[in-house]
């Protein structure tokens, strides 16, 4: 199982730590659009880390800017959700 894989499977096992360890790297270094979404998610719900949508954004236009569909499907969520209609 490669670092990705690891990242995700504490991810999905609920080790956010663990996660944010390994997926902090390949998000920030590597630039992968898989991990850069992961750590979106972990800022965006606070999961082992203290909640910052801002911090989840930055994170989601990363991955949206190298290809990744579910980043920027987020970020429409959350723009189409704070909008206030008069």
Same mark, same amino acid.
Do not use: C
């Given at each position: 199982?490669?670092?990705?894989? !690891?990242?995700?499977?504490?991810?999905?096992?609920?080790?956010? /730590?663990?996660?944010? =360890?390994?997926?902090?790297?390949?998000?920030?270094?590597?630039?992968?659009?898989?991990? !850069?979404?992961?750590?979106?998610?972990?800022?965006?719900?606070? =999961?082992?880390?203290?909640?910052?949508?801002?911090?989840?954004?930055?994170?989601?236009?990363?991955?949206?800017?190298?290809?990744?569909?579910?980043?920027?499907?987020?970020?429409?969520?959350?723009?189409?959700? /704070?909008? /206030? /209609?008069?």
């Amino acid at each position: 199982m490669d670092e990705l894989e !690891q990242g995700i499977a504490a991810y999905d096992a609920g080790d956010y /730590t663990k996660a944010h =360890e390994i997926l902090y790297p390949l998000a920030a270094y590597k630039r992968d659009p898989e991990a !850069q979404f992961h750590m979106g998610m972990i800022y965006f719900y606070g =999961e082992g880390v203290e909640k910052d949508i801002d911090k989840a954004m930055e994170w989601w236009k990363k991955a949206m800017r190298n290809g990744h569909v579910d980043a920027a499907y987020r970020l429409s969520e959350i723009a189409t959700s /704070t909008k /206030t /209609t008069f």
